[in-house]
T-cell receptor, first 111, second 115 residues
Framework: SQTIHQWPATLVQPVGSPLSLECTVEGTSNPNLYWYRQAAGRGLQLLFY??????ISSEVPQNLSASRPQDRQFILSSKKLLLSDSGFYLC??????????FGPGTRLTVT | GENVEQHPSTLSVQEGDSAVIKCTYS??????FPWYKQELGKGPQLIIDIRSNVGEKKDQRIAVTLNKTAKHFSLHITETQPEDSAVYFC??????????????FGRGTQLTVWP
């Protein structure tokens, strides 16, 4: 069966520091991969998606970037965090572009 | 792009009662409609989905109905239990062959089931 991992689970970082969140999927190949952010108030905002290695599409211009160095690995990065980057970051995968399955999430607090 | 609206934002029911959450969408080309359940501090979990070629789908106590003409779909939970308490999200997507299906989410419904 397929599983999706995210780490770290929680992170507290000062303003201006770099960020790297990692997501890996097991048990499948060539999945679509997604990064979402969920701020307080529940809404899910799509940040990036990828249909293959090195193929990244951005939904919202911002302080973040994404990379897909391997088929089942998706990384979310920032060079300098802002207070507004705080939130719950969710990675998701899809076998074929319809059903999406979410990871456990990373709670990021920027202080 | 697609716009999905979800109502109500909060819903409280007594254990054993039914709960209904409704969503509307704007793009008539949308053809895939999943529902997610999110417990506190966890990622959303896909609980049921429906495609535009059917009008209703059931899975034990959960059912989803779709009205393409009116562009709305609903989640029905029967015989609610305290463990059904969570935030529920609806979403809509346009699936085109093997291309990316981008999900447009509603803003969520906090369901509380009182024992």
């Amino acid at each position: 069966s397929q599983t999706i991992h995210q780490w770290p689970a929680t992170l507290v970082q000062p303003v201006g520091s770099p960020l790297s969140l990692e997501c890996t999927v097991e048990g499948t190949s060539n999945p679509n991969l997604y990064w979402y952010r969920q701020a307080a108030g529940r809404g899910l905002q799509l940040l990036f998606y990828s249909v293959g290695i090195g193929q990244i599409s951005s939904e919202v211009p911002q302080n973040l970037s994404a990379s897909r160095p391997q088929d089942r690995q998706f990384i979310l990065s920032s060079k300098k965090l802002l207070l507004s980057d705080s939130g719950f970051y969710l990675c998701a995968w899809s076998p074929s572009g319809d059903e999406q399955y979410f990871g456990p999430g990373t709670r990021l607090t920027v202080t | 792009g697609e716009n999905v609206e979800q109502h109500p934002s909060t819903l409280s029911v007594q254990e054993g009662d039914s709960a209904v959450i409704k969503c509307t969408y704007s793009d008539s080309a949308s053809n895939y409609f999943p529902w997610y359940k999110q417990e506190l501090g966890k990622g959303p979990q896909l609980i049921i989905d429906i495609r535009s070629n059917v009008g209703e789908k059931k899975d034990q106590r959960i059912a989803v109905t779709l009205n393409k003409t009116a562009k709305h779909f609903s989640l029905h939970i029967t015989e609610t239990q305290p463990e059904d308490s969570a935030v529920y999200f609806c979403a809509a997507s346009i699936l085109e062959g093997s291309t990316l299906g981008r999900l447009y989410f509603g803003r969520g419904t906090q369901l509380t089931v009182w024992p």
